[in-house]
């Protein structure tokens, strides 16, 4: 079975400038995480990848990355440490081989304080097949991705999709996606790229598959909401206080913005050359 989703007024003043000092109250300043393990569907290890960082004002201009926490993943085999990536401003290490019984879990240490989670591997069924479709869109740039997969009974409701990268900063687009009538059944949904973004710097557009929570599911809703958008890494911090699944053992109502999970992930490349004749002309 398969289903689709789918007066400007421009003043000129002739007049001297004055520098206007404004003085912003900014006593709420808290740790965001964006915390992940991958796994490869195909793969036994997995990688943790941890970007520890600080709310700041809104006319702040000092870089609010973290660099000397103390960040580890507490396995049955022991404490794996993370170790901060100058060049990708992150921490991160690899564990040599992850299962879908066990708890993995997240802290942080900062300061005077401890920060703790805890997830275990989320199981996704992989991505089947995805082809350019032929239906139009409303914006004649857009074109049509059709993403096949099989959604067994036994396995997770929610799905994070991630598409990219596009445009010269190379971002992404992401889609959540909840299973309410797919259970047992081939599934095949629709989403749309803008071609003169997706194509612009490389010949394929890669089309990635997470799974979620139900509580990471409901945040991340939650956050594209007050986004009106899905660019950026959806996990980081929010523009209003939202409450994840980590927690501030020392100081429990300072609790931290951000997200840990844990989760299979499967991705396949679509290449421009698979393009139908005409869909790029």
Not at 197 to 216: A, C, P, Q, R
């Amino acid at each position: 079975m398969k289903k689709y989703f789918f007066c400007t007024i421009i003043i000129i003043l002739y007049s001297c400038e004055k520098v206007i000092n404004i003085e912003a109250d900014y006593s709420d300043e808290r740790i965001v995480f964006d915390a992940s393990i991958f796994k490869n569907i195909n793969e036994d290890f997995a990688t943790a990848v941890v970007t520890v960082s600080k709310t700041a004002p809104y006319f702040g201009e000092n870089n609010t990355i973290i660099e000397n926490a103390n960040v580890y993943i507490k396995t049955k085999n022991g404490n794996i440490d993370l170790d901060f990536d100058t060049k990708h401003k992150y921490y991160t290490n690899t564990i040599d081989y992850i299962n879908f019984k066990e708890n993995y879990e997240f802290f942080v240490k900062f300061g005077n304080e401890n920060y703790y989670s805890t997830e275990k591997l989320i199981k996704i069924s992989g991505i089947e097949s995805v082809v350019f479709g032929d239906r139009k869109s409303l914006n004649k740039d857009e074109i049509e991705l059709l993403i096949t997969f099989t959604d067994p009974k036994e396995i997770g409701d929610f799905n994070l999709w991630k598409f990219g990268p596009k445009g010269e900063a190379n971002t992404y687009d992401y889609l959540v996606s909840r299973d309410l009538y797919t259970n047992g059944n081939q599934f095949t949904f629709s989403f749309f790229i803008d071609k003169t973004k997706y194509f612009k710097n490389d010949k394929f557009v890669n089309i990635e598959m997470t799974g979620l929570t139900e509580e990471g599911f409901n945040y991340l809703n939650i956050l594209t909401a007050q986004a009106g958008a899905q660019n950026g890494r959806p996990f980081s911090s929010a523009s209003a206080i939202i409450r994840g699944n980590i927690t501030n053992q020392s100081n429990p109502e300072k609790f931290p913005l951000g997200f840990y999970r844990v989760s299979e992930f499967d991705y396949f490349r679509l290449s421009k050359e698979d393009a139908p004749d005409g869909l790029f002309d």
